[in-house]
């Protein structure tokens, strides 16, 4: 910084950068986010001085730059003195490009796909992502930009999930338990003919807190024909769906739809949630997709004259999330686990007969903002580069 100037016709310290440019950074904010120790703890990254507490019309005495240019001072009225870095500055600037900027980071990077991704399908190893860091980042950069990774080399024994969801934070937590076990085999030596498919659909529809991660681990796979796993990219579908049928596209981002699940046997349970079968970010991108034939409701709240538009709109989607061009179908191999965006990624299961013996999952869930966090401490750690 060459010099910091108070400017009161802007209630706002303005600064001088060596490399050129100016900033203004308000009175307000600046007393608001003082970084000496009576304001800031800074071991838990905290304020300390409460919104009640600040003089809205606070103006400093002074201010000016220090070690050589390296810090912004400025002092208050009650003779208070804050200091702040000039990197810290440039960081948190007000300019209309550095808003622009942090805009784009925090809209997450997301790559669009279709049944193509079946001969590129991104892929991790399981003893790699327990032990080393930086496979685990790559591991969870790949969930949140392509939203599906197939986990190999993992024990065909029970446990494997908790592994590593809790390499990566822990279980997210549901009636169920920590993790559910989907056991399919034949009863008293009778054998079902089939099992039928179960639809594309988004786990826990009836949750307000959806779960983010979802992670299917297949300890024994059926030796019948059927029983893959069908997975679909629900935000290419959904920006397909708005180019094909705005209208239709309008309803799903529009109208809430019920979702619950009611058991009686134990765990007894009544949940019951309303989404948008997709929802929207205030900048218009798909931001989440919650559907299932299974878990919705009865319960309509539309006027009359809108339900068959809606049940329009709802297959016009479907018809667009089952096109095998939009459709990965991939058949688990004992020792596989499937990592995907719950939020993103509508999964189904074919079909198949129980003359192939049983077929054994074991499910779980991890929340996305446990996630996040793990990937922003790996990051750090690691000196990774935002891209």
Known sequence: MERATLDSSSEAVEVEWSAGGVDRFPYIWLRDNCQCAECFQADLNKRLVLTSELDLDVAPVRAGVQDRGSSLYVTWPDGHRSQYGWQWLRDRCFSPQARTDREQRWRRKKQLWGAELLTNLPTADLPALLTDDRALYDFLFLLDTIGLVLVQNVPRQVGQFQE?????????????GAEQMLKVKPIHGNFLLSTAPLGLHTDLAYYNYLPGVQMMHCIKQTESEGGA???????????????ESPDAFKLLTTVKVNFHRIGKAEPKHH?????????????????????GKHSRD????????????????????????????????????????????NLRIVHDRTAFSMAGGERHLQVGYVDWDETYSRMRVLQAELGIQEE
């Open 229 to 243: 796993s069908e997975l679909v990219d629900a935000f290419n579908a959904a920006y397909q769906l708005k180019q």
């Open 271 to 291: 949940m019951k949630e309303r989404h948008h079968i997709i929802s929207v970010s205030d900048k218009g991108e798909v931001q989440k997709v919650v559907c």
């Open 298 to 341: 009865s319960v309509l709240d539309v006027p009359v004259d809108q339900v068959k538009p809606f049940y329009r709109a709802m297959r016009a989607f479907d018809t667009i999330l089952s096109h095998p061009k939009n459709c990965i179908r991939y058949k688990m191999k004992e020792g596989d686990m499937l990592a995907f965006d």
């Open 164 to 176: 590593l969801a809790n390499r990566v934070a822990f279980p997210k937590m549901t009636f169920l």
